[in-house]
C-alpha cells in the first residue's frame, strides 16, 4: 500500500502545483451560486431593466437550468434546496418575467403557503435576532413582488442611523448586523426608511432623514476600488438594490458595484459567492506541500496590510482571504499566512512582518480567550463571536513564532495562550469535539461540521511540541472523539449521520497523525481511512468538491482547491508515519 500512497501523493502533489500560476500564488475556483446569481439578476434589474436586459436574462436561464429536482434552489449545484435561496431565485424569476410553479409548490411545502405574512415570518424564524441576512431576503422578495401589498411593511427597519457612531462603539450599541454587514446596514435601512417611513409626527422620521446626508458619503468610502464589497456578489448586489429602490440610483457607489456585477458575471450565466480566496487557498497549498517558495514568500509577504483598514478599522499586520482590494483582514487568514511564511527558506530580517502578524492576532483576542473572526468585541451574533477553529489556529501562529519575538511579545503568548486553551476546554464539548463557524455539512445535525471543527483544533494543537504539551488532554479527547466518528468505509463526513467527503477525511487523517506522537491512534483507522481517499481520488487523479464551506451568512460554497490541497496533505502525514 506505501506505493500506492506514494503514487497518489506525488500525482496529487503535480497537479496541486499545476494550478498555480506564473506570480507563485493559486487563484482557486469558488463554486458558481445561484443564490448570488438570484442577488446579481436582482441588482441588475433594479438599475436598468433595459441596458441589462441580455445579462439578466443569462442568469435567469441558468437559475432554470440548475432548478433542483424538487422545485428548490440550494447555495450551490449540488446542495440540497433551502428556503434562503429559493425565495431569492423564485422572486428573481419573476423579475425576469418568468412564473415557476415548482419553486412556488417547494415553498408551500416548507412555509404553509405563498402568503407574505407566512413567508415573512418563516425568513425571520430562520435567522432569529441575526438581521444579518433575513432582512435583505425580505428586501429582495419586496423587489420582486412576491411579497404581496404594503410589501416594504414586511421588511424588518434597520437602524441604519447607527452608522454615524463613532465606529469604537459598535460593540456597545447592539448592532443588529454582524460587522462585514455594516454597507448592508446602511442600504437597506435606508431604503426600507424611504419605502416605509414612520408616521410624520414621529421624530425618528426627521432624525433619520437628516442623518441619511451625512451617512450616505460612507457607502462610497467603505467601497473598494474594484466595487465589490468584499469582493462579494451577494453583499454588492444587496447594496446596489436597495440603493435602486429608494431612488438613489444616481449614488456614487452604484457605477463601481455594478462593474463589479459586470466583471464578475461567468460565460454560463451565473454568480460565484465571492471573486476568489486566493490568499487562504495559497496559505493551505503551501502548507500543504510543506515549503514556501520565494516567490510565494514574497507574493504573502506583499498582501500583509499596512495601514487601518477602512471597513473594519483594523489596525495593520492582519492578511485578508484574498489579494482583491474587497478583502478584510481576519484572524484565520492571519494566522495562516503566518505559518506559511514561517515555511519559507528566505525571509526578510529582522522579522518586523511577522512581529506585526503576531501583535494584530494578540490584540484581537475576545475577552472570553477565544479569537473572532474581523473584530475583537463587536458582539455575539454569528460570524463576530469568538469560535474554537480560528483559535487553535492563532495559538499555532503564535508558538510557531514565538523563538524569535522580542521578550514582551513573548510573554503576552504565554498569557494569552493560557486564555486561548481556556477558552477551546470550555467550548469542547462532552463527547470531545469541537463546533466550527466557517464550515458546515447540510447532512449533519445542526448543519453543523464538529468533525471537521474537531480536526483542525487537533492538528493546529498537535503541531507545535511546545503547545501540544500544554493542551495534551483536549488533544487526546479530540482524537478520541474523530475515531468514533469514521464510517465503516473509512471515510469521515460531518458526523456519522453525513456521507464522507474528501475534505473531511483528508483533514481528519491529517489530524490524526500529526496527534499520534501525543496518544494512541490505531493504524487500521489510518489505513482504512487512507484506502478510503486512494478509491475516491482514482489514486490521487479525480477530486470531487462537497460544499462544507460556509460563506458569510451561512451560505454554502465548495472550492475546487480543498479536496486537492487536503489529499496531499494527508497523504504526506501518513507517509511520515510510516
Excluded at 327 to 343: E, F, R, S
Excluded at 409 to 429: E, F, G, H, P, V
Excluded at 502 to 515: G, M, Y
Amino acid at each position: 500500500m506505501l506505493d500506492r500512497l506514494e503514487i497518489a501523493l506525488n500525482q496529487t502533489r503535480c497537479h496541486l502545483l499545476s494550478l498555480r500560476n506564473l506570480d507563485g500564488y493559486w487563484e482557486g475556483e469558488l463554486s458558481s451560486s445561484a443564490l448570488s446569481t438570484a442577488t446579481a439578476v436582482v441588482a441588475l434589474h433594479a438599475v436598468d431593466a433595459v441596458r441589462h436586459a441580455p445579462l439578466i436574462n443569462a442568469g435567469a436561464n441558468w437559475l432554470m437550468a440548475n432548478q433542483n429536482v424538487d422545485g428548490g434552489w440550494g447555495d450551490t449545484t449540488i446542495s440540497k434546496s433551502n428556503l434562503s435561496t429559493t425565495l431569492l431565485c423564485w422572486s428573481a424569476m419573476r423579475l425576469a418575467g418568468t412564473h415557476c410553479a415548482a419553486a412556488e409548490a417547494w415553498i408551500v411545502s416548507q412555509v404553509g403557503s405563498l402568503e407574505p405574512d407566512a413567508i415573512a415570518s418563516a425568513v425571520v424564524s430562520r435567522y432569529g435576532k441575526d438581521k444579518t441576512f433575513s432582512v435583505p431576503i425580505l428586501m429582495l422578495c419586496c423587489i420582486g413582488g412576491t411579497l404581496g401589498e404594503n410589501a416594504w411593511r414586511r421588511v424588518l427597519p434597520l437602524p441604519f442611523e447607527l452608522a454615524a457612531l463613532p465606529r469604537s462603539w459598535f460593540g456597545a450599541v447592539g448592532m443588529p448586523v454582524v460587522s462585514y454587514a455594516l454597507p448592508a446596514l446602511i442600504a437597506i435601512g435606508y431604503t426600507r426608511f424611504k419605502n416605509a417611513a414612520p408616521a410624520w409626527w414621529n421624530p425618528m422620521r426627521w432624525i433619520r432623514a437628516m442623518l441619511w446626508v451625512r451617512i450616505s458619503p460612507m457607502l462610497k468610502e467603505l467601497q473598494p476600488s474594484s466595487g465589490g464589497y468584499l469582493e462579494a456578489t451577494p453583499l454588492t448586489s444587496f447594496v446596489t438594490m436597495a440603493l435602486a429602490s429608494a431612488g438613489e440610483k444616481d449614488h456614487s457607489c452604484i457605477p463601481g458595484a455594478v462593474a463589479f456585477l459586470l466583471r464578475s458575471m461567468r460565460a454560463d450565466g451565473s454568480w460565484p459567492i465571492d471573486t476568489n480566496l486566493a490568499t487562504w487557498g495559497t496559505t493551505l497549498a503551501v502548507k500543504a506541500l510543506g515549503e514556501t517558495p520565494p516567490e510565494t514568500c514574497d507574493w504573502l509577504l506583499g498582501q500583509q496590510y499596512q495601514d487601518v483598514h477602512p471597513f473594519t478599522s483594523a489596525a495593520p499586520g492582519g492578511w485578508a482571504w484574498t489579494d482583491l482590494p474587497g478583502g478584510v483582514p481576519d484572524a484565520d487568514d492571519t494566522a495562516g499566512a503566518l505559518i506559511a511564511l514561517k515555511l519559507g527558506r528566505a525571509l526578510p530580517s529582522p522579522l518586523g512582518f511577522a512581529q506585526a502578524g503576531i501583535k494584530w492576532l494578540l490584540d484581537l483576542q475576545n475577552r472570553d480567550g477565544g479569537m473572532p473572526t474581523f473584530c475583537r468585541g463587536w458582539g455575539t451574533l454569528p460570524f463576530d463571536r469568538s469560535t474554537p477553529e480560528l483559535t487553535a489556529h492563532a495559538l499555532l501562529a503564535w508558538w510557531l513564532w514565538e523563538k524569535e519575538m522580542p521578550s514582551e511579545c513573548q510573554d503576552s503568548i504565554c498569557a494569552s495562550t493560557q486564555k486561548a486553551l481556556a477558552y477551546l476546554r470550555k467550548t469542547q464539548r462532552s463527547d470531545g469535539s469541537w463546533v466550527p463557524l466557517w464550515f458546515g455539512n447540510e447532512e449533519a445535525a445542526g448543519d453543523d461540521n464538529p468533525v471537521y471543527g474537531t480536526a483542525m483544533v487537533v492538528a493546529y494543537l498537535s503541531s507545535d511540541p511546545r503547545l501540544a504539551e500544554q493542551a495534551i488532554t483536549a488533544i487526546r479527547s479530540g482524537v478520541s472523539y474523530l475515531l468514533t466518528q469514521q464510517q465503516t468505509s473509512g471515510a469521515w463526513g460531518g458526523d456519522l449521520t453525513a456521507s464522507g467527503s474528501l475534505e473531511e477525511t483528508a483533514v481528519t487523517l491529517h489530524a490524526l497523525c500529526q496527534a499520534s506522537p501525543y496518544g494512541i491512534v490505531p493504524k487500521e483507522n489510518l489505513m482504512a481511512g487512507a484506502e478510503w481517499l486512494l478509491a475516491s481520488t482514482q489514486e490521487g487523479t479525480v477530486f470531487p468538491s462537497a460544499p462544507i464551506g460556509l460563506y458569510f451568512a451561512r451560505l454554502w460554497y465548495h472550492e475546487k482547491l480543498y479536496p486537492i490541497i487536503w489529499t496531499a496533505q494527508a497523504l504526506s502525514s501518513i507517509l511520515k508515519l510510516r
